[in-house]
């Protein structure tokens, strides 16, 4: 999705405003939206998350802070799956409706977290891009979640490692199943993504899957 | 280096000042329809507050300077390497560690979210998330590290990594000079975060 959430190479959207001795949480409410989301009956994936937080609008998303952004996706989200209803939303009070789901404990939850886990996956097709293969990031424009930024999208990079068949972001952001595709680490020289006045000596890699990628 | 005023918040901004009774409300929503465990909020909050934070990163790459094959390792595969010091786990499933040297400077973003390695850095700072920071790490690097007061020399090479997959990077920094009679807690003390992410040399 084209949304402003894909930020590569634009300017101008404020202060770095890096701080010293910063703390996890700057209130505590935003470590209680950080943790509702992790705990949520909504995260049925990664990439459905990321994909609730691309749908806030524009205009909302660009002026939020970090957990607003989590607070908004979290509280669309509950409304999306059914889990709440906008009124309740709104109001701030539950309705008398039963769960329609058992909460996981604390500590299945932070056994996950803490576990290690795997993004790759079977595929019995080879790789299509060998290493120190030419390829060009396609230039496609989908309206779903998609993890290909538009600032490489027509441009010309090099394979530098192929990290085996991983899940496929765009289609298990909509819950179509995790479609496993070869993801490949491409690099891209400075002067292909910005033009003749980039630093000769600026690269920049993106780990992107072959779906997103032709032969150049 | 970083600016030396209090502030909340990267971009200059502050949220609704009512956020933490949004917040609070949507929470006995939760809590009340049976969706979350409230036990499992404190412990979740607890997870990265206290769990999880630089330090293992540090402990990563103190070990990467004083045991060449553990570097070696680290470099080949992080994942196996750092799991031999224990750490993984949620948005650490893969991880490539990359060397900066005398003729590479390397520079972790990620331009789509807040791509981070939970298990070795904890949760990112403001300014990793910030719009700013995502906009021009990849066009400008070299202007984002003049802000962070650090200068890269003309020949010296820039990668950025653009985390875009389930991939998290990790920034091993040269070793500092002048510390070599340091052992590996010591050595560990002397790694910054932002050293890690590579907008600091150390």
Same mark, same amino acid.
């Given at each position: 999705?084209?949304?402003?959430?894909?930020?590569g190479?634009?300017?101008n959207?404020?202060?770095?405003?890096?701080?010293?001795?910063?703390p996890?949480?700057?209130?505590?409410?935003?470590?209680?939206?950080?943790?509702m989301?992790?705990?949520s009956? /909504? +995260?049925?994936?990664?990439?459905?998350? *990321?994909?609730?937080? !691309?749908? #806030?609008? @524009?205009?909302?998303y660009?002026?939020?802070?970090y957990?607003?952004?989590?607070?908004?996706?979290?509280?669309?989200?509950?409304?999306?799956?059914?889990?709440?209803?906008?009124?309740?939303?709104?109001?701030?009070r539950a309705? /008398? +409706?039963?769960?329609?789901?058992?909460? *996981?404990?604390?500590g !299945?939850? #932070?056994? @996950?977290?803490?576990?290690?886990?795997?993004?790759?996956?079977?595929?019995?097709?080879?790789?299509a891009?060998?290493?120190?293969?030419?390829?060009?990031?396609?230039?496609?424009?989908?309206?779903?979640?998609?993890?290909l930024?538009?600032y490489?999208?027509?441009?010309?990079?090099?394979i530098e490692?192929?990290?085996?068949a991983?899940?496929?972001?765009?289609?298990?952001a909509?819950?179509?199943?995790?479609?496993?595709?070869?993801?490949?680490?491409v690099?891209?020289a400075g002067a292909?993504l910005?033009?003749?006045?980039?630093?000769?000596?600026?690269?920049?890699?993106?780990?992107?899957?072959?779906?997103?990628?032709?032969?150049? | 280096?970083?600016?030396?005023?209090?502030?909340?918040?990267a971009?200059?901004?502050?949220?609704?000042?009512?956020?933490?009774?949004?917040?609070?409300?949507?929470?006995?929503?939760?809590?009340?329809?049976?969706?979350?465990?409230p036990?499992?909020?404190?412990?979740?909050?607890?997870h990265?507050?206290e769990?999880?934070?630089?330090r293992?990163?540090?402990?990563?790459v103190?070990?990467?300077?004083?045991?060449?094959?553990?570097?070696?390792?680290?470099?080949?595969?992080?994942?196996?390497a750092?799991?031999?010091?224990?750490?993984?786990?949620?948005?650490?499933?893969?991880?490539?560690?990359?060397?900066?040297?005398?003729q590479?400077?390397?520079?972790?973003?990620?331009?789509l979210?807040?791509?981070?390695?939970w298990?070795?850095?904890?949760?990112?700072p403001v300014?990793?998330?910030?719009?700013?920071?995502?906009?021009?790490?990849?066009i400008?690097?070299?202007?984002v590290?003049?802000?962070?007061?650090?200068?890269?020399d003309?020949?010296?090479e820039i990668?950025?990594?653009?985390?875009?997959?389930?991939?998290?990077?990790?920034?091993i920094?040269?070793?500092?000079a002048?510390a070599?009679g340091?052992?590996?807690?010591?050595?560990?003390a002397?790694?910054?975060?932002n050293?890690?992410?590579g907008?600091?040399?150390?």
């Open positions: 999705m084209n949304g402003v959430h894909d930020m190479g634009m300017a959207l404020g202060p770095l405003a890096p701080e010293d001795n910063e996890v949480f700057h209130a505590p409410w935003e470590g209680r939206v950080f943790a989301t992790i705990a009956p /909504t +995260r049925v994936n990664l990439d459905y998350g *990321r994909h609730q937080r !691309e749908l #806030i609008p @524009g205009p909302d660009l002026p939020m802070t957990y607003e952004r989590w607070f908004r996706s979290l509280s669309d989200a509950l409304v999306r799956r059914g889990f709440a209803t906008l009124e309740e939303m709104e109001s701030g309705s /008398t +409706r039963s769960a329609k789901v058992t909460p *996981r404990s604390a !299945e939850i #932070i056994t @996950g977290l803490s576990s290690r886990g795997s993004y790759l996956r079977e595929r019995t097709a080879a790789p891009f060998a290493i120190g293969a030419q390829v060009r990031a396609r230039n496609i424009n989908p309206a779903g979640h998609t993890r930024p538009r490489v999208r027509g441009h010309v990079g090099v490692r192929c990290h085996g991983h899940v496929f972001p765009d289609s298990n909509r819950l179509a199943g995790e479609d496993p595709q070869y993801l490949y680490g690099r891209f292909e910005w033009g003749e006045e980039s630093d000769p000596r600026l690269s920049v890699a993106l780990d992107l899957w072959e779906p997103y990628l032709e032969p150049a | 280096m970083a600016h030396d005023h209090p502030h909340d918040h971009e200059g901004q502050h949220p609704p000042s009512d956020m933490h009774l949004r917040v609070k409300a949507l929470e006995s929503i939760l809590v009340e329809k049976g969706l979350v465990d036990a499992s909020l404190d412990a979740i909050v607890e990265f507050a769990g999880v934070g630089p293992n990163g540090a402990q990563v103190a070990r990467a300077w004083t045991d060449a094959a553990f570097r070696q390792r680290l470099v080949k595969d992080a994942t196996s750092v799991a031999e010091l224990g750490f993984m786990g949620s948005q650490g499933e893969h991880v490539v560690a990359v060397e900066n040297t005398a590479v400077h390397n520079l972790v973003v990620c331009t979210c807040s791509c981070y390695p298990p070795l850095l904890g949760l990112p300014w990793y998330k910030s719009n700013a920071y995502r906009s021009r790490a990849v400008d690097p070299k202007g590290l003049h802000e962070f007061g650090v200068e890269i003309e020949g010296v990668r950025v990594w653009d985390s875009t997959a389930e991939v998290r990077y990790l920034v920094p040269q070793r500092p002048g070599e340091l052992d590996e807690a010591e050595l560990a002397r790694v910054t975060r050293g890690m992410i907008t600091a040399l150390l």
